[in-house]
């Protein structure tokens, strides 16, 4: 098989949808092109699913240590956590799976360009690079950019006091009273890693329960653990704002509730990284910003397909690359 009679395919974005779809394209034959504007590896190594857990691994930790005593094991007067080696750490983890990754991918004839990817063309894209602009054609492309997390208007983040999960990951110091806003599934988690590590910590819940779309009965077992351990379950709290005042933020409530403490921190939601992409000029369908697919993850236009968050379906990075794989296989 020439260069010219191998299928050229583009991905656009590196995390893991678009890995997967690369590793199975390329073995196949494809000659694949990959567009990532940040590090390869995407969101989840960078910012979710490996830096989280590696800090809820710090903190069961921590949190083990100081209820050894109750075991009869005699510990320092003082365990605390030193956030600037967990920061180090979590840099590491991340460096050394995006470094394993490209290696893996530039191994296998993948050609990666550090640029931001724009479609131009039903079969022609470009990616914006600090060198200047590169065209890329395509016989079939993949679209899978993620999402980010999402900032209300009212929110000023600023990434000092004002925060979302990506700023927490990598604070300077432990904060003295966190506001935690969005009781989801990552709200909760960030619940247990800074209570863990010794944080007084506040949760607005915008219902009646945290996890307000899973089962009550492991939502009520979650609100009794953080209860014991001190966390503030607010209930009916909807956040319209909040304000830097006396070093510190004040979160205020749709009821009119005020909330004090050092930092808050956003976990409400995401938002898919699709503008800018040029969607709407080559007939890709999407909705609310997300890439509409059907079951082969092909978009309105049969030749591109979307995979990962950036689709809105179940934000978990195993599904995004088996939805990766399917569109690799098909």
């Not at 000092?160 to 806003?181: D, F, G, K, S, W």
């Amino acid at each position: 098989m020439t260069d010219d009679d191998r299928l050229r395919f583009l991905i656009v974005g590196g995390g893991p949808a678009g890995n997967s779809a690369a590793t199975i394209t390329a073995s196949l034959g494809a000659s694949v092109t990959l567009i990532e504007d940040s590090v390869v590896g995407g969101a989840a190594h960078i910012w979710d699913c490996i830096p989280s857990k590696a800090m809820v691994a710090t903190s069961m930790r921590l949190h083990a240590i100081e209820g050894s005593e109750k075991l009869g094991i005699a510990t320092p007067d003082a365990v605390r956590p030193d956030m600037e080696r967990i920061s180090e750490r979590l840099h590491a983890l991340s460096g050394s799976v995006s470094a394993g990754t490209t290696d893996m991918l530039l191994s296998q004839g993948v050609e990666i360009i550090a640029g931001r990817g724009r479609f131009t063309g039903d079969h022609t894209a470009e990616a914006e690079t600090e060198d200047g602009s590169i065209p890329v054609r395509f016989d079939k492309a993949l679209i899978a950019t993620g999402t980010r997390p999402w900032v209300p208007e009212w929110a000023p983040v600023d990434g000092e006091r004002i925060l979302t999960t990506r700023h927490a990951y990598h604070m300077p110091q432990l904060p003295e009273h966190i506001i935690i806003v969005g009781s989801g599934v990552t709200g909760v988690e960030f619940v247990h890693i800074f209570s863990s590590l010794g944080a007084r910590v506040t949760l607005l819940v915008s219902r009646q329960q945290v996890l307000p779309h899973r089962d009550p009965e492991v939502a009520s077992l979650l609100e009794q653990i953080f209860l014991e351990r001190g966390v503030k379950l607010l209930k009916g709290a909807r956040a319209t704002g909040v304000t830097r005042e006396d070093g510190g933020v004040v979160v205020e409530t749709e009821d009119g509730r005020r909330i004090s403490g050092s930092h808050m921190l956003l976990a409400v939601g995401a938002v898919p990284n699709t503008d800018g992409l040029g969607l709407d000029e080559i007939g890709v369908k999407t909705e609310r910003g997300y890439v509409m697919v059907d079951e082969f993850q092909r978009s309105t236009q049969p030749h591109i397909y979307g995979a990962g968050d950036v689709t809105g379906q179940m934000p978990l990075s195993s599904v995004a690359a088996m939805q990766g794989r399917v569109v690799a296989r098909h």
